[in-house]
Nanobody
Framework: QTQLVESGGGLVQPGGSLRLSCAAS????????ISWLRQAPGKERERVSC????????FYADSVKGRFTISRDNAKKTVYLQMNSLRPEDTAVYYC?????????WGQGTQVTVSS
């Protein structure tokens, strides 16, 4: 079965950390550029971070720069998003998105809630 599955979300206090994982099955993740996006209630989906297929290029939204780190392990077919110094405004459903030429896959999302 071809799918992306996110995991690692949860409830964390402000200032805390979480590591999200995006695991691929049924296709070769190594060909794909990967993005993490998030959507908070009542807000538009926002691109948080991206990583190229080789891992050589990354992008971060200004809102997370210096706090989040994206990485990938193509051998494990997994992309990670390390999130540090979390803030209440980081609360959202986080999605991963894989894109290669005309192919793309979405995960189902994982909830991240930052609250005391």
């Amino acid at each position: 079965q071809t799918q992306l599955v996110e995991s690692g979300g949860g409830l964390v206090q402000p200032g805390g950390s979480l590591r999200l994982s995006c695991a691929a099955s049924g296709f070769s993740l190594g060909y794909y550029d990967i993005s993490w996006l998030r959507q908070a209630p009542g807000k538009e989906r926002e691109r948080v971070s991206c990583i190229s297929s080789s891992g050589g290029s990354t992008f971060y939204a200004d809102s997370v720069k210096g706090r989040f780190t994206i990485s990938r392990d193509n051998a494990k077919k997994t992309v990670y998003l390390q999130m540090n110094s979390l803030r209440p405004e980081d609360t959202a459903v986080y999605y991963c998105h894989a894109v290669w030429i005309l192919n793309d896959y979405w995960g189902q999302g994982t909830q991240v809630t930052v609250s005391s």
